[in-house]
């Protein structure tokens, strides 16, 4: 882990160099879901974006081989359809824009020797 950080015990992360998310890493989640998901013949559903990394025929065929019913949330909707984005993200993001504006508008880093902000 980079500097040092501690994962609290039953907290699973995954993360690569380039920070991104891409196909390996969703058949890592779904190998994860597949062993920690009663075998139950209880319905399982899936629903994610429209990430090109979701959206491999590998990935899918991989939640289908194992009951999966997928539902992607088609481009340009994520922001009102998923949960996190809507109660979370957006809030944070609306205030770290509010707050950069402010630091900006009294200063903020000032001007590069070049001349930019």
């Keep these: 882990m980079p500097r040092g950080e501690q994962i609290p015990d039953g907290i ?3 993360f690569q160099d ?3 998310m891409d196909t390996g890493l969703m058949k890592n989640y779904v190998e994860y879901l597949v062993d920690e998901i009663d075998e139950s013949d209880l319905p399982k559903m899936m629903v994610y974006d429209s ?3 979701h959206l491999q025929e590998s990935v899918k065929e991989m939640f289908r081989e194992n009951g999966f019913d997928l539902v992607v949330i088609p481009g340009g909707l994520t922001s009102i359809c998923q949960p996190l984005d ?3 993200n957006k809030p944070f993001k609306d205030n770290l824009r509010k707050e950069w504006h402010l630091w900006m ?3 903020g880093a000032g001007e590069t020797a070049a001349g930019n902000l």
């Design 51 to 53: 990430f090109k990394g």
């Design 12 to 14: 699973f992360v995954w």
């Design 86 to 88: 809507v109660a979370i």
């Design 18 to 20: 380039n920070g991104w």
């Design 105 to 107: 508008a009294n200063g």
